[in-house]
């Protein structure tokens, strides 16, 4: 009987500490965002499953993101956020966010599709007046 307590311990610690010890699995992006020129483009990539330390990684369309004027990245244990203060159509594109810790990785996609303001709502609001 003593056996088998022991054993059932072991399987559990084992169930348990497997449940930790795994890739980084990120909660799902939109496949596309569409933002007015000028607005605020917010991104945040969340782990739901992990075991810690995660490292982010951003890119758009390939490139690594690195925290400038035009880019503010803010990171915590579990998940990382991409802000863009003015996005603006240059800046059109493939965003990924890319975790990982020494079990392996996981990434997920959005396409950010920005969009001008039509001159005819300028027209329209100028008639307006």
């Given amino acids: 009987m003593c056996f088998l307590n022991l054993f059932c311990i072991f399987?559990?610690?084992?169930?348990?500490?497997?449940?930790?010890?795994?890739?980084?699995?990120?909660?799902?992006f939109p496949l596309v965002q569409n933002q007015r020129n000028g607005g605020r483009f917010v991104l945040t990539?969340?782990?739901?499953f992990g075991q810690t330390p995660i490292i982010f990684d951003w890119k758009r369309s390939g490139h690594k993101i690195v925290q400038d004027e035009n880019y503010q990245i803010?990171?915590?244990?579990?998940?990382?956020?991409?802000?863009?203060?003015?996005?603006?159509?240059?800046?059109?594109?493939?965003?990924t966010c890319l975790a990982s810790n020494e079990k392996g990785?996981?990434?997920?996609?959005?396409?950010l599709n920005v969009q001008s303001v039509s001159n005819n709502f300028f027209k329209f609001a100028f008639w307006l007046t």
Wanted: aromatic letters at 8%; a neutral charge; one cysteine or more.
């Fill in 105 to 111: 990785f996981d990434s997920q996609s959005s396409y």
């Fill in 74 to 95: 803010n990171t915590e244990d579990l998940m990382s956020t991409l802000i863009i203060k003015n996005v603006s159509a240059k800046q059109s594109g493939n965003y």
């Fill in 45 to 48: 990539c969340a782990a739901s």
């Fill in 11 to 28: 399987v559990i610690s084992s169930l348990v500490s497997l449940s930790f010890q795994q890739k980084p699995v990120l909660n799902n």
